[in-house]
């Protein structure tokens, strides 16, 4: 890969600065790549309409090309062009979620190049809330290509420090936001089907969905049973993401007895001169030996806390260094859902009883 100069620029999102914006939007539409940030995580972006900005999306990201990009809208007049059909379920949702953490696929139309949807004759379409997000893509020409903006494989970036770390020389500008609000990347469903199915949990809740829609959403069966031998819809769900360098393991069961597990563990750890972490709630962190690294996801009560730092957390321990990590589980309902799932993931599916 060819290496270039990354301009890093800071917009506040209550006052921003057009001439960033009208400039960041000239580089996609010259055929560049831009970091941005959205609610959920930040964006890798290129012009989604042209198939030479998603070669290099893939390219900087190590993604493998089979791997499809979600087209970000701005707009919802936009849609039109770059889908076959709006079916009667995605408008509900369109009505509810967008703009928001929720990305939906569509028959795509000719408009949209084979090398953005991973050769899917489907595209996947969000629309983000975040108002940065939204002037970039309108100065862009309306169509961002993006996947989350780190290197294939690691945590999706929550803060603009860490595109830095991933894309710095790889792309022509960073846009720093601020921290992203959700933290987690968003739900998606597939509404191309005789029954809407979520392809990949987040955010959005299927209550929420079914809510919506006013009838039941099915899950795709290869994200929520080990065992399932067809191949996931969405294809990057097939991956091993999100990993910290550290090996993670869960640790399942009660309260008290998972920190003493932990405890147990950690410190045969420590005695063969690891560097222990673990991922603990404000109301466990009192329980674990002070020797290893505690990091707090927030509080129990509150899910949104979880999904909010969970990416950040797995950063941290690789900027420690650290080698070993533990983590308590979380709340399988609602959010939770979609947070246990990252996490499941980045421990590779190691998980232990206490
Ligand atoms: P990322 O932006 O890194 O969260 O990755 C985008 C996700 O959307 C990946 O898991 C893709 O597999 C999924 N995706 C994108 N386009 C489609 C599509 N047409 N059908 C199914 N999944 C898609
Ligand atoms: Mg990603």
């Known amino acids: 890969m060819e290496k270039m100069e990354t301009k890093v620029v800071a917009i506040d999102s209550n006052n921003i600065d057009e001439t960033i914006i009208n400039e960041a939007g000239l580089i996609i539409k010259r055929g560049g790549l831009v970091a941005f940030p959205t609610e959920t995580v930040y964006g890798l972006g290129g012009d989604g309409l042209n198939p030479e900005s998603s070669k290099k999306i893939y390219a900087a990201k190590g993604r493998p090309s089979d791997n499809p990009l979600i087209i970000h809208i701005a707009d919802i007049k936009d849609l039109e062009k770059i889908v076959k059909a709006i079916p009667e379920s995605a408008m509900k949702l369109v009505d509810r979620f967008w703009p928001g953490p929720l990305t939906m696929i569509f028959e795509k139309s000719e408009a949209v190049p084979l090398e953005t949807t991973g050769g899917l004759e489907t595209v996947a379409v969000r629309m983000p809330s975040d108002k940065v997000a939204r002037a970039f893509i309108k100065a862009a020409g309306g169509y961002v290509a993006a996947p989350s903006a780190n290197l294939s494989g690691r945590p999706s970036p929550t803060l603009a420090k860490y595109v830095i770390e991933d894309m710095n020389g790889r792309i022509e500008m960073?846009?720093?936001?601020?921290a992203s609000k959700v933290g987690?990347?968003?739900?998606?469903?597939?509404?191309?089907?005789?029954r809407p199915m979520i392809l990949r949990p987040g955010y959005i809740t299927q209550e929420m969905l079914e809510d919506a829609l006013r009838e039941e959403v099915l899950w795709d069966r290869a994200i929520i049973d080990e065992d399932c031998k067809t191949p996931p819809k969405a294809p990057g769900m097939k991956y091993r993401h999100y990993a910290p360098k550290a090996s993670l393991t869960i640790v399942e069961g009660l309260e008290g007895q998972v920190a003493e597990k932990i405890n147990s563990l950690g410190l045969e750890a420590v005695n063969?001169?690891?560097?222990?972490?673990?991922?603990?709630?404000?109301?466990t962190i009192g329980l674990y030996n002070s020797l290893f690294n505690i990091k707090s996801?927030?509080?129990k009560e509150n899910a949104d806390d979880a999904a909010h730092f969970l990416f950040k957390i797995l950063r941290e321990f690789d900027?420690?260094?650290?080698?070993?990590?533990?983590?308590?589980?979380?709340?399988?309902?609602?959010?939770?859902k979609a947070t246990m799932n990252r996490l499941i993931k980045a421990a590779g599916h190691q998980i232990i009883q206490a």
């Open 174 to 178: 960073i846009i720093d936001g601020g």
């Open 184 to 194: 987690l990347e968003s739900t998606i469903v597939d509404t191309t089907t005789d």
């Open 272 to 283: 063969f001169g690891k560097k222990v972490g673990v991922i603990a709630t404000e109301q």
């Open 297 to 299: 996801a927030g509080s």
């Open 319 to 336: 900027d420690d260094e650290t080698e070993i990590i533990f983590s308590e589980s979380f709340e399988g309902d609602g959010v939770g």
